[in-house]
């Protein structure tokens, strides 16, 4: 993708409001229906539509939440159903994370995929991967408040800077409840002081760029991509995903959220990556056995 092609996908939006990309009402999660008791919605939608983008986050939807993150990984049944859905016609998987997108890439280990990383500033398709150029332009501002967070917080236990280019992470699964909102006040001058914006994930705080752009605009951008036949799905864990959950209410796509958040703008739910591999193999069985559009040699359905 070019810097032109980068810069006019954001346009839309204003560049001053970069928390904008959540759109749709995020609704109390307990209302929200188990996946598989509107499956035969899920089945019809399959059924009408030309082609299936499926976009799947990684920590807590693909790979079990762990205390380390550099210890997390797809079990090997998760990774061949993802390869088998993804080989067949009218389908594309892509891979949504908010890892750096060479972490992501190589623990997912699958050639064909697309992979967005850095919640979405970073996009690879047919191995030519990408960077939002105010993203890039950002590095240096991200890089020194990584170092201000660790000089300032490097010595409470449990507290760790992850530096993933575009943007950073400091996690705090391990350090004690009474020093997280210590952490978050450090994390929130630091970033302020360089014009840094910063976002909340599972036992992380998330340091971004001041640009609005997330998961949300990538998943538009790819279903925009693949065509207005083409049937969006999207399944994620954590509050990141909740953009793309919203770009895709109200009947654009289908949004799944993983476990039972308090709110959440998802119109179906998962219980944990194990019920995401067994969506993911559904989906296979569905997609494989669809009735197959007969039309004949003047374009007409008999
Ligand atoms: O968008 P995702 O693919 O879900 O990535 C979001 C963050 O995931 C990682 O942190 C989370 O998973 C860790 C390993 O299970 C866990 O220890 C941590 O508490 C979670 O927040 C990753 O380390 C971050 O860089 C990602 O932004």
Request: charged residues 25%; aromatic residues 4%; contains cysteine.
């Amino acid at each position: 993708m070019t810097t032109d092609e980068w810069l006019s996908a954001g346009e839309s939006r204003s560049a001053s409001d970069p928390e904008s990309e959540s759109e749709a009402e995020a609704e109390s999660g307990a209302g929200v229906p188990s996946l598989w008791s509107i499956s035969d919605a899920v089945a019809d939608r399959l059924a009408d539509a030309e082609g299936l983008l499926v976009c799947l986050d990684f920590d807590g939807t693909l790979a079990p939440i762990v205390p380390r993150p550099e210890e997390a990984a797809i079990p090997a049944a998760t990774r061949k159903r993802i390869r088998a859905l993804n080989a067949l016609d009218g389908v594309q998987v892509a891979v949504v994370s908010g890892r750096a997108l060479t972490d992501v890439r190589e623990r997912v280990g699958l050639d064909g995929l697309v992979y967005a990383g850095n919640h979405g500033l970073e996009l690879e398709r047919g191995g030519d991967l990408t960077v939002h150029p105010l993203a890039s332009a950002s590095r240096p501002a991200l890089r020194r408040a990584c170092r201000a967070i660790h000089a300032r917080l490097g010595t409470i236990p449990g507290c760790r800077v992850e530096d993933k280019g575009v943007t950073a992470t400091v996690h705090y699964r391990d350090a004690a409840d009474a020093a997280v909102p210590a952490i978050e006040e450090v994390v929130s001058t630091v970033a302020g002081a360089e014009s840094l914006r910063v976002t909340d994930g599972k036992a992380v705080f998330e340091i971004r760029p001041r640009i609005p752009w997330g998961k949300g605009r990538i998943v538009s951008l790819l279903a925009a991509e693949v065509g207005g036949g083409w049937l969006p799905i999207y399944v994620g864990d954590d509050t990141s995903d909740e953009d793309a959950f919203g770009v895709l209410a109200d009947g654009v796509g289908i949004g799944v959220v993983v476990g039972s958040p308090s709110a959440t703008a998802a119109a179906a739910r998962l219980d944990d990556p194990d019920d995401v591999a067994t969506f993911v193999g559904w989906l296979t069985a569905r997609w494989a056995d669809r009735p197959v559009e007969v039309i004949d040699a003047e374009g007409k359905r008999p």
